[in-house]
T-cell receptor, first 117, second 118 residues
Framework: AQSVTQLGSHVSVSEGALVLLRCNYSSSVPPYLFWYVQYPNQGLQLLLKYTSAATLVKGINGFEAEFKKSETSFHLTKPSAHMSDAAEYFCAVSEEVYGGSQGNLIFGKGTKLSVKP | DAGVTQSPTHLIKTRGQQVTLRCSPKSGHDTVSWYQQALGQGPQFIFQYYEEEERQRGNFPDRFSGHQFPNYSSELNVNALLLGDSALYLC????????WGQGNDGYTFGSGTRLTVV
């Protein structure tokens, strides 16, 4: 069965510092992996996705993530945090089903990112 | 281009009551999925609808049911509400055809309906 583990329910960084949010997954087949961001009282916005092409994936707002099969990890990074990055971040895994359509998303519990001035 | 629209945004219900939440998918999307997000948790998959049929279902009781209309919009119904049903309910639409790698971003989420059961 698929699952996602996000290490650290709360991460705090200073503005301009490196952001590193950790995600480990388990899947019996090659997975599709995602990072979503959720601002207060809003839905989920896709930051980036891994779909078995390049292992280093670049997303919106300067975020990127690297797929490491040997470590079953898909950590999210950003070189320099901005105040506007404060939000909750969710890692998710999915599989292809029904001859190529998207399976449902399995989410981690989320990591709340705080950015200090 | 309108994204996913959900209504209402907030709702308060009493235990034992029934509730209906509504979702209009993004233009061009024909598949609708529903997720429940309890406070402090990640979203959990409830079910997915395509061509007015339930295609996939998560681990939720039969009190949770849905419907999809010919215009692809969808409803989520919850009967016999429990206090534990209090959560943010998210609707996500997607194109069914095409895999993740074919240039589509898959699921587009709405802003959700905040349901409080008292």
């Amino acid at each position: 069965a698929q699952s996602v583990t996000q290490l650290g329910s709360h991460v705090s960084v200073s503005e301009g510092a490196l952001v590193l949010l950790r995600c480990n997954y388990s899947s019996s087949v090659p997975p599709y992996l995602f990072w979503y961001v959720q601002y207060p009282n809003q839905g989920l916005q896709l930051l980036l996705k891994y779909t078995s092409a390049a292992t280093l994936v670049k997303g919106i707002n300067g975020f990127e993530a690297e797929f490491k099969k040997s470590e079953t990890s898909f950590h999210l990074t950003k070189p320099s945090a901005h105040m506007s990055d404060a939000a909750e971040y969710f890692c998710a895994v999915s599989e292809e089903v029904y001859g190529g359509s998207q399976g449902n998303l399995i989410f981690g519990k989320g990591t709340k990112l705080s950015v200090k001035p | 281009d309108a994204g996913v629209t959900q209504s209402p945004t907030h709702l308060i219900k009493t235990r034992g009551q029934q509730v209906t939440l509504r979702c209009s998918p993004k233009s061009g999307h024909d598949t609708v999925s529903w997720y429940q997000q309890a406070l402090g948790q990640g979203p959990q998959f409830i079910f997915q609808y395509y061509e007015e049929e339930e295609r996939q279902r998560g681990n939720f009781p039969d009190r949770f049911s849905g419907h999809q209309f010919p215009n692809y919009s969808s409803e989520l119904n919850v009967n016999a509400l429990l206090l534990g049903d209090s959560a943010l309910y998210l609707c996500a639409s997607s194109p069914l055809v095409g895999t993740w790698g074919q240039g589509n971003d898959g699921y587009t989420f709405g802003s959700g309906t905040r349901l409080t059961v008292v």
